[in-house]
């Protein structure tokens, strides 16, 4: 690990544990430099880390003083490694499945945007011009030239993240998932230990179990994304193999690490030879002036994995994915031939003519547009309808809401009494291996709004309130007199 | 396992091992029914076993005669329990798929049917229709619409087989082996043993690689199928967690079990608990006059998953497949959900459609008369230009060849200058993890007879029979007296 980083790290330490408290004079660069027997760059390097994250503040001519203390205290430390084979978990994501099919209002609890908001004309005919174009051709010995020219159209797409990627390295799959755990089938063995984030996509935890992986879970800020620190303690004291982490709008957080911090995790992994499988769907989607970049960007190593999609951005139905592996891309390719496995040739076809004809920047644009105004509607039907108490971060982007409900709120019931009411919603549990994230919810809100949009909100407002209200009357009668409850007849 | 089953392969070793040589009778029914202590009844069944196997014949009031040793006395025995990791089985395959890739003529090679042979025009205009039809509807939420539609014509299908599925029991993949690979990783646990087939479709070693499983390979004869007597034995000595079978039409060799077998082996799993990953993906293309059926068909314990597909039948490219899973179905649809893995959903609504409105019926029996015809001139191709001592069984169906080079011609060496030669072709090596299968190829003959093919047959046998006689020349010198060789300067 880098130095300045192994600094910040012990400074965030002494913030937590309370050695620096809140108000407090960090030593003076020259100070720290000559205790640390760092130079007063590195010292510099680390104090603008802690600065950037909030937990100092730079006084002119005064020095760096303690702000507060880190957000995450309760949560920075790392999960202990677990082998990941939990019924339990198991039974939450099925529960969360089985009401996304049985509820006449599925859309506030969906994993994807709803096909209303894509550009389904210009898609469909894309996809009878490929239909008619391809003729007899689409079995699997023409996945070739399918497959080529769809490699060719995501290589030229690279082009405008400033990432350099060769046809050769992408790899196309049937969904993003599919590439994800090719990557992980070829970088681990069962008994291996890989990091993922806490929160993450149950999706993740799915993999983890079905390849018998062992993970660090490492936390991220829905401010910031990441923690970096504690990834970088992790990786000292974890054999860690792989890492998987959603670097743009983390899921289901909304989470985006700035470019200096995925410049940093890059170097902090390759200084470690450990591979990042980076989870890039949600990325097309961000608000931001600038694109997002990639972390794959700032890899000079081939060590960054890229997984993409077109199911967030252009059909979630068609199941066409795909990576930019790096110095794997052999491997993962060869992998894919021993399962035998490919994407809908058609599909290949139809997203590859669409790319090269369809102005996928334009549809992207309005997409953004379009989601940008429906999380702003939706973050205020939260705010109007969900109990006092009630936070929700602002995403930079995506189609998620993670909302935290207050304390007294547990969101594995509000999900029960949702359902009965006919809406499904994604209660924070199924994000994790563990217990936390007890009080969140996902709300998806990627569908043009309506008035039943409207009324599935405040209706799940109504019931969390009322959860929220019973909570505070069993408090108050516990808080009450002993004597009063203990003397009735 | 059965007692006339115990009986038929005690008998089997005693024939193997010269015990009973040809021409020898065997005891009568009296004699064997007291010295075994068991039934007449069973005793019959033993030897009606050993008569089918074209082992003992009965003559008319003279009993029961030795005709001919096993064939398969060399590979009888089990193979040892072996974890499959294999890099150079790996690397067979890779070669493989690239050549496939690279040589203009890669048809012989091919592991599909040629697209030419499929209904295109009736499908296209299901795909059209479907594609109207589903409208905005083409994404994930959605998908519980295609799949409940397919799900129904799937389940309606199998009535025909004499199999009762409940549409609750079909999950809907993506391919076939997406399904084969789900049921294995719901049943088993890295380190576990499955038993496979041997030979067997590379797909089946990449799975069982990826899933770090371990096996015992039962030998197939093309004649009869799958050696139930060496399966009996592997159950009694190895933990057998699962077994993976072609049932009819084995790939590659083109054998089928009788409905006789069938039974005979769903009983003998039952016994052991077993379940059974049929692998059903060729019986539609059976040539018999009546249809062949499913091991499931006699399966009343929900310990069969039958997998099926519509890449070898309807459309390769379009990747949807499906596993009746029996028992097990709650909890395949569950891992499904896990992996977050859906077919194309276009690809699904196009086949439902196809398959109610289409009449796949009269387009399997069309694609079937092709094939066979297909068949008998790519034999006939075969036997004027491949060398003395070749042989080939003809298969019931399908539409693969299964050939056996004279001793001297090495499949690799072949493989290599037909390579060279732009020809690509399957050797039998891919389809083993050891060593077997070195004389033997696989040949495609599922695509319109014309000239070129013939000149690939051709221009194969040209190469197949200069090996041959390299290999005579070699023999000739070496056998030589070694004076002659010695004295030369």
């Given at each position: 690990m880098k130095r300045?980083?192994?600094?910040?790290?012990?400074?965030?330490?002494?913030?937590?544990?309370?050695?620096?408290?809140?108000?407090?004079?960090?030593?003076?660069?020259?100070?720290?430099?000559?205790?640390?027997?760092?130079?007063?760059?590195?010292?510099?390097?680390?104090?603008?880390?802690?600065?950037?994250?909030?937990?100092?503040?730079?006084?002119?001519?005064?020095?760096?003083?303690?702000?507060?203390?880190?957000?995450?205290?309760?949560?920075?430390?790392?999960?202990?490694?677990?082998?990941?084979?939990?019924?339990?978990?198991?039974?939450?994501?099925?529960?969360?499945?089985?009401?996304?099919?049985?509820?006449?209002?599925?859309?506030?609890?969906?994993?994807?945007?709803?096909?209303?908001?894509?550009?389904?004309?210009?898609?469909?005919?894309?996809?009878?011009?490929?239909?008619?174009?391809?003729?007899?051709?689409?079995?699997?010995?023409?996945?070739?030239?399918?497959?080529?020219?769809?490699?060719?159209?995501?290589?030229?797409?690279?082009?405008?993240?400033?990432?350099?990627?060769?046809?050769d390295e992408v790899v196309v799959t049937s969904g993003a998932l599919d590439a994800l755990t090719l990557c992980l089938q070829v970088l681990t063995r069962p008994g291996d230990t890989i990091a993922i984030e806490r929160p993450a996509f149950h999706a993740v935890q799915g993999a983890v179990r079905r390849l018998h992986l062992r993970t660090v879970e490492i936390p991220v800020d829905p401010h910031h994304g990441l923690d970096l620190v504690a990834l970088a303690d992790a990786l000292q004291q974890h054999p860690v193999r792989a890492c998987w982490f959603v670097t743009t709008l983390h899921h289901p957080t909304g989470a985006t690490l700035s470019d200096q911090r995925k410049e940093a995790l890059v170097v902090l992994l390759a200084k470690h030879g450990v591979p990042l499988i980076e989870d890039d769907v949600f990325r097309e989607l961000h608000f931001g002036a600038s694109p997002a970049r990639p972390a794959k960007r700032f890899d000079s190593n081939g060590l960054v994995l890229h997984c993409g999609s077109f199911s967030k951005t252009l059909a979630p139905g068609l199941r066409v994915g795909w990576v930019a592996a790096g110095r794997f891309a052999s491997r993962i390719e060869h992998a894919r031939w021993m399962a035998m496995s490919s994407a809908c040739v058609p599909a290949q076809y139809a997203i590859a003519d669409y790319l090269e004809h369809g102005d996928y920047d334009r549809g992207l644009r309005k997409l953004r547009r379009d989601l940008a105004l429906l999380q702003a509607q939706t973050i205020q039907a939260v705010l109007r309808y969900f109990p006092e108490g009630t936070s929700v971060v602002r995403p930079p982007g995506g189609f998620f809401l993670w909302v935290e409900l207050p304390d007294g709120v547990d969101a594995m019931h509000l999900f029960e009494i949702a359902e009965a009411n006919d809406i499904a919603i994604a209660p924070g549990a199924i994000f994790s291996s563990g217990s936390e994230f007890r009080h969140h919810v996902r709300l998806n809100y990627g569908r043009p709004w309506t008035q039943d949009v409207e009324r599935e909100l405040h209706t799940l407002g109504k019931l969390a309130r009322r959860l929220a209200a019973e909570r505070v009357a069993v408090n108050d009668s516990r808080e009450g007199p002993e004597h009063m409850t203990g003397e009735e007849p």
């Open positions: 300045y980083l192994q600094l910040a790290a012990q400074f965030e330490k002494m913030i937590a544990n309370g050695t620096f408290e809140p108000g407090m004079r960090l030593p003076s660069v020259r100070q720290a430099s000559s205790s640390y027997r760092v130079s007063a760059s590195t010292v510099f390097h680390a104090y603008y880390m802690l600065e950037r994250r909030g937990l100092i503040v730079a006084k002119p001519r005064s020095g760096f003083f303690v702000t507060r203390r880190p957000a995450l205290t309760r949560s920075v430390t790392i999960a202990s490694t677990r082998n990941v084979d939990d019924a339990e978990g198991d039974s939450r994501v099925v529960r969360f499945m089985q009401a996304q099919r049985r509820c006449a209002h599925p859309g506030l609890g969906a994993s994807e945007p709803s096909a209303q908001l894509f550009p389904f004309g210009r898609l469909s005919r894309s996809w009878t011009s490929a239909t008619r174009r391809m003729g007899l051709s689409w079995n699997g010995l023409s996945a070739g030239k399918a497959e080529t020219d769809l490699r060719r159209q995501i290589a030229l797409r690279y082009i405008a993240t400033g990432v350099a990627v060769p046809i």
